[in-house]
């Protein structure tokens, strides 16, 4: 199972670091991860994920995580190393902060969510629930921990080569609502799809690791941010989504205290455009 636990050449380089400071050694939560990027399908291989999961990894390692990373996972390893992550964040105590991010095939079905391993074989609807994870299963465990924060982003809205006889799969993910102390995260609004990236990274992940970088930014504003990104990036093709109920506040870079504010916020900069 390739891992990435350590910088990569071909990713984006970090923003100046005087407009951020890594999170203070006096701060109390741990902070882990577990990042996934399936690009090797056998039903059609995907340009973009292996590089956008790499560049989330080295963006939250550098935000202070413990990242888990690993790319073109069977069925049998991405059960696997869901279970793992969450016996760590289990015994990772009452302060820790999880993030969970897949870059895939996301597909929906009867109102749940799945994302796809490599191997999978899903001629119909009915193999669905037999041949992907249904998110569910495994953000309920997280929740149940009653962490300080988990954020599970799923950059998985794409239009996909599966079930190819019988009903058509909806497209896109389905609208869920987060558990308490979670913050659920789309590439794209629930039931729809974005185009396939042209360049080496998808928008999705592009947006959001420029906006993590961005001192002082609550969790929740990081993202508001990033849709307004990948909203400019996409000439308004893709609009992603997500829904908070973290309510501690929680940033992933402090600002440092010589940093310039930002110039124009990203909301006056997207009404302008």
Do not use: C
Request: glycine residues 8%; proline residues 9%; hydrophobic residues 50%.
């Amino acid at each position: 199972m390739p891992r990435f636990r350590n910088v990569i050449a071909t990713l984006f380089a970090l923003v100046p670091l005087a407009l951020m400071a890594a999170p203070s050694a006096a701060q109390s939560e741990k902070r882990i991860a577990l990042v996934i990027g399936n690009a090797g399908y056998q039903a059609g291989a995907l340009a973009t994920p292996a590089n956008d999961a790499g560049l989330i990894a080295q963006t939250l390692q550098a935000a202070g995580f413990d990242v888990v990373g690993a790319r073109d996972l069977d069925q049998d390893s991405l059960r696997r190393a869901f279970r793992d992550f969450l016996e760590k964040a289990a015994g990772s105590g009452p302060d820790t902060v999880a993030f969970i991010y897949l870059s895939g095939y996301g597909l929906q079905l009867e109102g749940e969510n799945y994302f796809v391993p490599i191997d999978a074989k899903i001629a119909r609807d009915a193999d669905v629930a037999a041949e992907a994870l249904r998110i569910s299963d495994y953000i309920r465990p997280l929740a149940a921990l009653k962490l300080k924060a988990g954020i599970v982003v799923l950059d998985a809205a794409r239009a996909n080569p599966f079930a190819t006889s019988g009903p058509p799969l909806a497209g896109g993910l389905a609208l869920v609502e987060p558990e308490p102390g979670m913050l659920i995260a789309f590439s794209a609004a629930p039931g729809t799809v974005g185009p396939e990236a042209q360049g080496p990274y998808g928008p999705y992940a592009q947006a959001l690791a420029e906006m993590i970088r961005e001192g002082g930014v609550p969790f929740s504003r990081v993202f508001d941010r990033a849709r307004l990104r990948v909203n400019d990036l996409t000439k308004g093709a893709v609009v992603p989504w997500h829904a908070s109920r973290i309510d501690t506040a929680l940033v992933f870079f402090e600002r440092a205290p010589d940093a310039p504010p930002p110039a124009v916020p990203p909301e006056q900069t997207a009404a302008i455009r």
